[in-house]
């Protein structure tokens, strides 16, 4: 059974930091892209950053400069690295996979809560 296990979240404060880790079981690892979503109260669901096997990082525009999305393909794990945290940042943070070719996401975690505080 594939399982996504994410960590790191928690209350900080604006200007600060925190690392996002997820953990992926039950899968070959090598054969997905790894994504972080965000999802705030009252809005949708975002995509956040994006790492494939190979190729190009993906990052939105509200992020792009301030977090870092990394892959350890040796301990089935993606990282997210969140500098110069926001307010707006405020959400719960998911992991995901899209198998390579695929066009939506199939596995998710269950959310790690992030608050950045003013």
């Known amino acids: 059974q594939v399982q996504l296990v994410e960590s790191g979240g928690g209350l900080v404060q604006a200007g600060g930091s925190l690392r996002l880790s997820c953990v992926a079981s039950?899968?070959?690892?090598?054969?997905?892209?790894m994504a972080w979503f965000r999802q705030a109260p009252g809005k949708e669901r975002e995509l956040v950053a994006r790492?494939?096997?190979?190729?190009?990082?993906y990052y939105s525009d509200s992020v792009k400069g301030r977090f870092t999305i990394s892959r350890d393909n040796a301990k089935n794990t993606v990282d997210l690295q969140m500098n110069s945290l926001k307010p707006e940042d405020t959400a719960i943070y998911y992991c995901?996979?899209?198998?390579?070719?695929?066009?939506?996401?199939?596995?998710w975690g269950q959310g790690t809560q992030v608050t950045v505080s003013l």
């Open positions: 039950g899968l070959t690892f090598k054969m997905y892209t």
């Open positions: 995901a996979t899209r198998f390579a070719g695929a066009s939506e996401y199939g596995h």
């Open positions: 790492i494939p096997w190979r190729g190009d990082s």
